[in-house]
Each structure stands twice: as structure tokens, then as C-alpha cells.
């Protein structure tokens, strides 16, 4: 009785599970459907098994068919129970996600399940079976019993080969309640044939088939694996979508760079009117390509979750210096009046992604400048503080040629151009602000947009940032109304340097202050001068000067008795800490090349007027502009220089590369030597380490740029700045010029005005 008890119980369960998970939603696939089959006909025998007692009990009433129909119905059962687990494992096995042949091994799985059927079905229907009603118990036995135990046990062996001929490590929590079914069942099958009144077998495949429920068949696991394979399948997609696109600008940016370089190059020649309209037509475009292909890349990273956003001590002044530089350099000749509003008391040094929040701004700049013909641009930023946040509100507002009320929904979706029949000859792609969007999103920040159709709009960005330092707040980036003009009342000043041009700008500059220049060239000359007795009130002092620099130069001053003139480095060497460097060096202090006039004055103002020769007026207008800009003079262009002496090496594996920077380094006089890879660079730098620059393709066959680098460091003396030259983006190759020791960039196509401020840094 305790038999039939369990067997009841073991239906009731059986029935629950059933209906748990057939209720529920399911993944539709081969090993699920099995998986429904295998529950469907544990409860059918449950039910057989159940009826086996009956039938045997009441043996003598009932019909022999009866008894045949039950009992052998039951046998059916238990091979059919094991041949529908034979299968599953067949399809575990031999099934995966990258199957190819899938319905071929679905369609075998069907077969083997057929030919397990007819064979047992054959065996267990044609032979005879007797019962046992006893006081040990109910049970049948005979030869269609014993043939039962034969073919399960075939099963077994076909079940265990099959998983050790594809096992999978993926697989092992598949195989866990299959693993266990098999000794579990085995252990049963040894104990049912010794106690055949046990009738263990079918509670034992209930427990199993709950088991496989809660390892691999639970609809909630399967559909939650499913969605992860999904998932891995989108991420692959894209990732390899977004190293095509990187890949492909690696390769447009490669032709354009010769198609820029040779027209920068023709544009100096002495060429007709007509053709230079068209060589500028060509460079920008080919600008507005590179602009395009950087577009694509940034939204193709952006989509794929690949921009990260890299927080970092900055200096928001220098940031927005350059904004203005760059926004001023895109308006060029146009009637607008680009007015900047700075907050005094944004603090100094922030942290956060300045990098990103500078294209932010400068995408909205430069969309301003674009699309306002005449009129006014207004720049501002202004900041609210809480604790250590800052949160910075910036704003570009324009009159330009405004949004349509219903164009606004569209303004950050990509690819939208809105009153194209207005801007057909303004250049774009619409990318812009949906990068910008994206872009503020990823900062945490927000962007909301007025515009009056015809009137103008603008933009307003809210970003927040930690602070690290107020101390210096913005007060001398802002633009002040009243500002002072110093007059040096024919202080002299003493300029060294060994560069003629530099020599004639800051002449120009300090000229301007009503200085008495006097000026020389060397060290050497310096040295004398005061040796001579010269009187100077202050010495402009270059330090990289061949023969004798700078610091040499200012030692030897140092060395002469009653020398307390001050001594300013003025030197293109600007890097974050050289001007700490410089000071601790033993100069009073330091100016950077291009010579800001903010700074300028600051030192005029120090040191002249210690010496109570300058008188301060305060009522002069101040604006943004450099004195250079204000004195109508260009900065120093290297390209109208002549500069002999100097040994460039270009190493790059592509030759049309090699021509184009040559080309644009021919007209400086420059020597300059080739080679197509890393180790010949090295081979020439062992045997002769005379290069004053190295200019280096990241991308080469067996040793890549910074290989090369490293290998070139650790030859000793070598000290030639080398600088990586890219068809990537500066901030996809940022990590690496922050690990090799790359003294700068220059970008694959480059623009004039890139080399220019190359060649100043590193060849002054
Ligand atoms: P792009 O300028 O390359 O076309 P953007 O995404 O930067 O792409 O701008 C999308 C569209 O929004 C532009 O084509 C233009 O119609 C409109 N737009 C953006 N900024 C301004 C602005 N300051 N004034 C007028 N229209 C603008």
C-alpha cells in the first residue's frame, strides 16, 4: 500500500509540474518540445503504473487483455521514458548555437528516437510477461520484464557514449541532472531486479524530470540564457561594426592625407587665381570628410557603448582660451561680432572630461559660426556651486537662421539636416548634435535649445563638474571692459634668441609697452653685452639656442659680479610643468611662445614696475584678442622661415606618406632623410644620431611607432622628440601617447597650421 501511496504522490507532483510549466511562456525549440514530451509521459505512466496495481489486484475479474493492455503498456512506458532522454542527450550534445547543420542533426535525433522505439516496442509487445501478487508485493516479471532491464541498460551505454563524444564544457550544467539521472537510474534498475516488489523506477524518472525543471528546463532560465545569447550576438554585431568604421577611417583618412598635404602645398605655389579657388575648394572638403569620417566614429563608439568618459584634473581657462582661438580662426572674414561672457568665479582647475565637454561647446560654436551669416555670436559661462560641484551653464546664442517650431523634435536625431533648402552651401551632416546630445547624456549634463525661425537660437548646456581648486578663479581669462595698457616708459630690454622672427615679434610686442629693444642672437653675445657694462632692466632669454642655451647662458650671468637683472625664459616650450621647471631653474620668470599678452603684461607689470619705470593707464578697453592680432601681425609662421641645420627622419611604411610631409617640409629648408620602418629608423639613428626631429607612423609592419620608440630610447644619447603621426583620431591614440614618450601628434591628413606649431615646439 505504501507503494501505491508514493506513486499517487509522485503523480500529483509529476501533474504540478506539468501544469507549471506548460502555463508558463517557453522558448519553442527541439530539446523544450522534448522536454514537454517527457513530462507528458511520466504522467501517462504514473497513471499506467497506478493501474498496474489494480489490474493485478483484481486479476481474476477482469479481462487477460485488460491485464496485458496495462502492464505491457506500462513497459512501453518506461523504454519510451528513456528513449525520450536519449534523444534530449543526443540533441544536447551534438546541437550548439553556431550549428550549421542543425535540422540534419534534429532529423537524426527523430531517427534514432524511431528506430529505439520500433526495436523495444517490438521486443517488449512479442514477449510473454507474468505478475507476481504475493504478500512481498505487486509486480510483473518474465522475459518482456528482463527485456525492459536489456534495453535501458543499452540506453545508458548509448546516453554515456554520446555525451563523452561531444562533451562540452559550455554544457555541464546540461549534463548535471543528465550525469545523475544515469547512475541514479542505474543504481534503480540493480535495486528493482534484486526487490522487484520495490517498484522504484518511476518515482525515480518523477525525481529526475523535477530535477531537470530546476537545472536546465525552467522557461524563466532558458529564456533569460536565450536573451543573453541574443545579447552577446548584438554586442558582437556591433563591436565589429564599430571596428569596421574605425577601420575604414583609418583607411580613408590615408588618401585624404595626401590629397590635403599636396593641396596645402600647391596652394603656396605660384599658381593662377582660378586654380587656387579650386585647391581651397579641395582642402575643405577634404576638411569637411574628415569631419564626417570622425562624425561616424564617434556616433558608431557612441552606439556601441565604447565612449567612455575620462575625468581628469583640467584647467578650464586654457579650454576656453582655445575655444575662442578656434572659434575666431572658423569665423575668419565674417561681419560677426563674437562676444564672450565668462563668470569670473567659475573656479580654475575642475575635474571632469574636458576633452568631450570641449567638443560639446565647440559642436555648438562651430554650428553658430556656421549658420549665422552676419550678426552677433554670443558665448557664455557661468556657474552655480554646491559643496565641491560646479555646475557649469554654458550657452551659445546666435542670429543666425533659427529652427522652424517643428524642426526642434528632429535638432539631435542623426543624420537630420533641417532647412536644407536655406543651407545647401553650408557644409555639415547633420551628426553634430546628435553627438553633442549623446555627449551631454553621457556627462550627466542636459541641453535645451530656443530658436526663432529667421531671428537666431540658442543653446544651453548644463554640465557639473567637481572642483579641485577656486584659488585662481577666471578672472584674467574674462574679458574685462577696463583693463590697463602699461607704459615702460623706455625701460630697456634685453630679447636673446636665436631665431631672427622671434626677435622681430617680440619687438614689435614690447614696442607697443614703449620699451628701448636692444636684442642679439646668441648666448655668447648675451654674456658680453653685460660683461661690457650694458644696463638692462630685463632680459627676454630663449633657451633653446644652439651652442649656449638658455640656462647655460643665464649661469654664466649668474656668475657675473652684480648681475640682478631679471631674467624671463621666453621659450616655445610649453608643456604642463615646464614653467615650474623653468622658475626652479633659477629664472624669475616665464613667458611661453606665442607670446600671450595677458602674461606678457603681468611680467612688465612685476618687474618694470619695481623698478618704477612703467606708468600704469587704467581706461584702455580690453578684448580677448592677442597683441599680436591687435597689432596686425601673424604669429610667427614657420613656413616663412628659413631654417637650415635641422634633420628631420620621416619613418613610414607608406611612400605617398613620406612625399607629402617632405613636400610640406621642403619649403623650410629642412634636411630630410626617409625610412619605411622601425628598425631601419633605428639602424640609422645607431649609426648617425644627428636627427633635431623624428617624425613616426604609428601603423607599421613588425615594429609599430611605439616599438620603434621604445627601441630608440634605449640607445644611449638619443634625445631627437619624435612624434607620432596617425590616421587616427588623437583620442583614439591617446592612451598611447600618454604611455610612450611621443612629444606630440600630428594627425593623417594634417593641416599646415599643425606642422607649423610642431616645427615651433620642437625645433626652437
Ligand atoms: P550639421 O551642422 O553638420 O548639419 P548638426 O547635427 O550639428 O549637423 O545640426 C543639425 C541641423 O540643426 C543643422 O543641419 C541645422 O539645420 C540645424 N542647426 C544646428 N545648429 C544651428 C544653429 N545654431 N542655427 C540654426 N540651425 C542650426
Redesign the pocket.
Known sequence: MAIFSYTLLGLMFIVMLAIIYFSKQRINNYETRIYGTIIITNIIGQILHLLCFVVIKYIDSIPKLLFYGVTKGYLLYLVSWGILNMVYIFLVSFLDDSNQNREEVVKNGRLLGLIGIIISFSIILLLPISYSNSIEGMYTYGPSVDSVYIISIVIVISCITMIFAKFNKDKIKKYIPIFLFIIIGSLTMLVQRIHPELLLITFVETFVTFLMYFTIENPDVRLIEQLEIAKEQADKANNAKTDFLSNMSHEIRTPLNAIVGFSENLKDENIPESARENVEDIIMASNNLL?IVN?ILDISKIEANKLEIINKEYDIKSMIDELIALTKARLGEKPIDFKVNIDPSIPKVLYGDNIRLKQIIL??L???A???KEGYILFTMSSVIKDDICRLIIA?E?S????KEE?LPK??SKF?????EK?IT???????????KKLVELMNGTIVVQ?VYGK??K?TVSIDQRIISIEEPLTKAAPATTSTIIDANGARVLIVDDNELNIKVASVLLKKYHFNIDSCTSGFECVEKIKNNEKYDIIFMDDMMPRMNGRTTLLKLREIEGFNIPVVALTANAITGMKEEYLSFGFNDYLSKPIERRELERIIKEYIQNSNKASINTNTTYSQKSVMEELGIELPQLSQVKQNNKNILIVDDNDVNIKVLSASLKKYNYSIDSCNSGSEAINKVIDNNKYDLIFMDEMMPELNGCETLENLESIEGFKTPVIMVSASSKDEVKDKLEKYNFSGYLSKPFNKDQLDEILTHNLN
Open positions: 569631419d562624425g559642436n555648438l562651430t554650428n553658430a556656421k549658420y549665422t551659445v546666435d543666425g537662421i533659427g529652427i524642426n535638432l539631435f537630420e539636416r533641417l532647412n536644407v543651407q553650408i557644409e555639415g551632416t547633420g551628426l553634430g548634435l546628435a553627438i553633442t530658436s537666431g537660437s543653446f
